[in-house]
């Protein structure tokens, strides 16, 4: 399990990351963390563009942005946006989670609300590599 201290500093890093956002067209500021097995943090934001279906989401931003330096194993991430419920990655972000594992996701809004789920809990019957 995640203790309670690092949720919240995870959390703290994807408002840090969503400062970053770049979302003209939806005005939905999204940031993201993700937390690798040595503890190096990744943050992200959405990029979004003219041509709407380029947008990049924040998981998937903070994800690659791990991966393209070499880092492939997980804790956690971490997901935050202005939304009353705590935010909940889309889709495609769901299936790129699923590929690396990443077995804690920490779904959380700017007024302090979160929510921590296991990758099973977010994405039952998951199609994967096995
Ligand atoms: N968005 C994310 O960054 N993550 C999600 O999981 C859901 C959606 C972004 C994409 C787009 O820039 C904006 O939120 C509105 O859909």
Do not use: W
């Amino acid at each position: 399990m995640l203790s309670d201290l690092l949720v919240k500093q995870l959390i703290e890093k994807a408002m840090e990351g969503r400062k970053y956002s770049y979302s003209p067209y939806s005005h939905f500021a999204v940031g993201a963390a993700v937390l690798c097995e040595n503890n190096t943090v990744y943050t992200g934001c959405n990029v979004e563009n003219a041509s709407y279906g380029m947008t990049n989401c924040a998981e998937r931003t903070a994800i690659f942005k791990a991966i393209s330096e070499g880092y492939h194993r997980f804790k956690a991430i971490a997901i935050i946006a202005d939304t009353e419920a705590p935010c909940t990655p889309c889709g495609a972000c769901r299936q790129v989670i699923s590929e690396f594992d990443i077995p804690y996701i920490i779904m959380a809004n700017v007024t302090g609300d979160y929510k921590v789920v296991s990758l099973d809990e977010l994405m039952p019957y998951r199609f994967g590599k096995s």
